[in-house]
């Protein structure tokens, strides 16, 4: 199943973790400086080890060089994908 995630994301972050997720959007932030698509790459990384869905079934569709991405995952159900990132939400995770 195709899923479209919209995601803003912070680079040269201390760390990679996820800081929030709305209704429509989950921001990220990653270790990786936004310099020849280091963040872009570590970006898929960190969704892949999120959501358990391969490297390889992740794609940039728009966004490539701003910080609002939609990424797109074939894999599980939206439902399913939320669930796997809900619990490493580490500040506050807004429904709606």
């Given amino acids: 199943m195709l899923i479209r995630l919209k995601v803003r ?3 040269n972050a201390r760390k990679n973790e996820v800081t929030a997720c709305t209704g429509d959007e989950i921001r990220l932030k990653v270790k ?7 963040a ?9 080890e999120l959501t358990d869905v391969p490297r390889s079934k992740i794609q940039i ?5 701003a910080r609002i991405k939609v990424v797109e995952l074939d894999g599980p159900s939206p439902e399913e994908v939320r669930a796997r990132i809900m619990p490493k939400v ?4 807004l429904e709606g």
């Avoid at 990786?32 to 280091?38: E, L, R």
């Avoid at 872009?40 to 892949?48: C, G, R, V, Y």
């Avoid at 580490?90 to 995770?93: F, P």
Wanted: with cysteine.
């Fill in 32 to 38: 990786a400086p936004a310099v020849d698509g280091k």
């Fill in 61 to 65: 569709k728009a966004g490539e060089k």
């Fill in 40 to 48: 872009n790459a570590a970006l898929i990384e960190f969704l892949a």
């Fill in 9 to 11: 994301v912070t680079p």
């Fill in 90 to 93: 580490n500040h506050h995770c």
